[in-house]
């Protein structure tokens, strides 16, 4: 059974560009949530992705935007990259109905620097 | 809103020793989740505490839920090294998690 998997690693932007971050769910989630976690704080949820439809979303901006593709992957876009977007991205996935309590399994996040 | 939060934030242990670690949520839920977090690293599912009084164990890691009380416990009994990391408990909502604050533990010799 692969985990979950996220791309890049490491990614340092300056202001004002743009960023796309990826996830792989674990085999056979449909469901993906993304979170943002800055230093010495836990993850805020941004949104989550449910058979390719937005499921649900957190207080973030609509610069912050989402796709969850057929396989059930996903991207993370984020436009006009601000100082304070730099955080750690994490992805998780489940499954819903799951005997597992429908528990989000998260990948090793993508850890992106904004100058 | 709801809101999350952890006591202690900091905790220092000794070797074999016992302690708690505690999370209140201000609004009800049936579901909270243990997270492990090292650091750099991301997190790792501990627990999964589903209805009102359940109680789950795992080597020296203990956790339970009472819905009434709006709190879950986490307990720890005879700290090794090993256990030192950053602890978050997280109330499910529906479509996402509220964590709370994060509680380190370092365990000392």
């Known amino acids: 059974e692969t985990g979950v998997t996220q791309s890049p690693t490491h990614l340092i932007k300056t202001r004002g560009q743009q960023v796309t971050l990826r996830c792989s769910s674990q085999?056979?989630?449909?469901?993906v949530s993304w979170y943002q976690q800055a230093l010495g704080q836990g993850p805020q949820f941004i949104f989550q992705y449910y058979r390719e439809e937005e499921n649900g979303r957190g207080n973030f901006p609509p610069r912050f935007s989402g796709l969850q593709f057929p396989n059930y992957s996903s991207e993370l876009n984020v436009n006009a990259l601000e100082l304070d977007d730099s955080a750690l991205y994490l992805c998780?996935?489940?499954?819903?109905?799951?005997?597992?309590?429908?528990?989000?399994?998260f990948g090793p996040g993508t850890r992106l620097t904004v100058l | 809103e709801l809101k999350v939060e952890q006591n202690p934030l900091f905790l220092s242990m000794q070797e074999g020793k016992n302690y708690t670690i505690y999370c209140n949520y201000s609004?009800?839920?049936?579901?909270l989740y243990w997270y492990r977090q090292d650091p750099g690293k991301s997190l790792e599912s501990l627990f999964v505490?589903?209805?009102?009084?359940a109680v789950k164990q795992e080597g020296r890691l203990m956790a339970s839920l009472d819905t009434k009380a709006r709190l879950s416990t986490l307990h720890i009994t005879a700290a090794v090294h090993d256990l030192s990391a950053t602890y978050f408990c997280a109330v499910d909502r529906g479509f996402k998690l509220i964590f709370g604050t994060g509680t380190l533990l370092a365990v000392q010799p």
């Open positions: 998780a996935s489940s499954l819903p109905l799951a005997p597992d309590g429908d528990t989000q399994y």
């Open positions: 085999s056979g989630h449909n469901t």
């Open positions: 609004t009800t839920s049936d579901r």
């Open positions: 505490l589903l209805s009102n009084g």
